[in-house]
Structure formats: structure tokens, C-alpha cells
């Protein structure tokens, strides 16, 4: 059996992939996607199959309306993860990520943009979700776009919140500020 990743840290690894590489599991194709920052190692899969919408799985990368902490990466490298490589997938990808987080996610994303009408939305929606036992995942890149601060750092709200307009630097403003989040 073969175990794809990135990181020599990983027990079972026997296969080390790099970014842009391409492999199959049967009829479906998988791209790996470099993301390192929550750790050095960190690997996002795209699934593509016929007849199905892409799914990326984000480990601890991209989450519901939010992202991993910068365990062992820096600002620059989640902006390149988050907004040049995993927004930049059609807006129909499914998003599968490593926990699910996101009611509290979303707390912190209406905490850095009170009146955004997606997040407000999303918010009702996660409620009904996990008062009838249903998961919140999977989401979508579009609708991440719509509600996930992180990926919003281009966004003249956030660049507010965040009290500066470079967006590598909104980038690690509003992780410093989602570290400190009580609510």
C-alpha cells in the first residue's frame, strides 16, 4: 500500500509528494498542493473524479470560516496557501477539512465583519446543522470566499479590522487576533 505525503515525520510515509504532482486512486485524479504553515509538511488534496464536483481535503490548512494556526509557518506562506493556490480552485471545490470548528469559526468571523450578510447566514445554517446532529462540512471554495476572514484579506472590512492594508499582513493580524478570540 502506498502513503502519500509530504513530511518525513509521518510514520507510514513511503511516498513523498511535491507540489503540482498528480496521482491516481482509480478513475479519480489527485493533485497535491504545498500548503505548508500549521506545519512545514502540510500537503492539501484535489480530488477530481467524472461526474462529481472537485473536493480539496485541507487537513489543517483551510477550515470552515477559518485556518490553522502558524504552528510552523508564517504569514507569507498561509496567504500563498489560502489565496494563491486554494481560492483560486472553482468555486464548486468541496472543502473537507482535518476538524470541524466551525461554529466557532464563524463566532470569530463575525467578530472581523459584523454586518457581512454571508457570515450571518452561514450562522443560522451552522446552528440548524448541529442542532439536528448534521455536520457543517463540507463547504465550498465559493462560499469560503463569501465568509472566511482568512480568506478575505483583500477585503476592505478585514484590511480594516486588521489596521493595515498589506494583505500578507492582514493575513497575520487576524491570526494573532483569532489566537487571542474568547467569544
Not at 92 to 120: I, M, S, W
Request: a negative charge.
Amino acid at each position: 500500500m502506498t502513503f502519500y505525503g509530504g513530511d518525513d515525520r509521518i510514520g507510514a510515509l513511503n511516498k513523498t509528494v511535491v507540489h503540482n504532482e498528480t496521482f491516481n486512486i482509480g478513475s479519480m485524479k489527485v493533485t497535491c498542493f504545498e500548503t505548508p504553515c500549521h506545519t512545514t509538511g502540510h500537503i492539501c488534496y484535489l480530488v477530481e473524479g467524472e461526474g462529481a464536483d472537485p473536493a480539496v481535503f485541507t487537513g489543517d490548512t483551510l477550515f470552515a470560516a477559518g485556518c490553522g494556526r502558524f504552528f510552523e509557518g508564517t504569514p507569507p506562506q498561509m496567504y500563498r496557501a489560502l489565496i494563491e493556490i486554494l481560492s483560486t480552485l472553482p468555486d464548486n471545490t468541496r472543502v473537507y477539512c482535518g476538524h470541524e470548528y466551525t461554529a466557532q469559526n464563524l463566532k470569530f468571523a463575525k467578530h472581523v465583519e459584523p454586518d457581512n450578510p454571508a457570515v450571518l447566514a452561514m450562522i443560522k445554517e451552522v446552528a440548524k446543522k448541529r442542532e439536528a446532529g448534521e455536520p457543517t462540512i463540507p463547504t465550498t471554495i465559493g462560499q469560503e470566499k463569501t465568509f472566511n476572514p482568512f480568506m478575505r484579506v483583500l477585503e476592505t472590512e478585514v484590511k480594516k479590522f486588521a489596521g493595515c492594508s498589506d494583505p500578507i499582513e492582514v493575513m497575520g493580524a487576524i491570526r494573532l487576533a483569532k489566537d487571542k478570540f474568547k467569544g
